[in-house]
């Protein structure tokens, strides 16, 4: 989430167009490392009957987010300009890292499904 906020603030700063590719490119890094990793946690802890189900529901609920957080992104692209909007964007990672600091390893899993 840091290199996230890190990339975000570097979008917002960013005045010519090498530093976006730049820049876009340690954004490929990151989704790179986390992409897979809710996959992996889906496969690895619904039963097996429910997998397909498991990953259809992750897949519909992410995309939901994403489809919401880019109408709000645009949002505040059009209100407040293209800077504003990677700064909420970093913000709200180093919010998310810092919450994350807070949590305490569970003992085990509770199926949902």
């Known amino acids: 989430l840091i290199l996230f ?7 917002g700063l960013s005045t010519v167009a090498w530093h976006f590719w730049v820049l876009f490119g340690f954004y490929g890094l990151f989704m790179a ?3 897979g990793s809710g996959k992996a946690m889906i496969v690895d802890h619904v039963p097996k ?10 897949a519909t609920t992410t995309g939901l987010a ?9 949002f505040l692209w059009d209100s407040y300009g293209s800077s504003f909007t990677f700064y909420f ?17 569970q003992k085990r899993l509770v199926r949902l499904i």
Do not use: N
């Open 89 to 105: 964007g970093a913000a709200g990672a180093v919010l998310s890292a810092v919450c994350l600091l807070f949590l305490k390893e």
């Open 49 to 58: 009957e429910f997998k397909a189900t498991g990953l259809g529901l992750f």
């Open 66 to 74: 994403a489809l919401f957080a880019s109408t709000c992104a645009g």
């Open 5 to 11: 906020a890190t990339v975000y603030i570097g979008f």
């Open 33 to 35: 490392a986390t992409d």
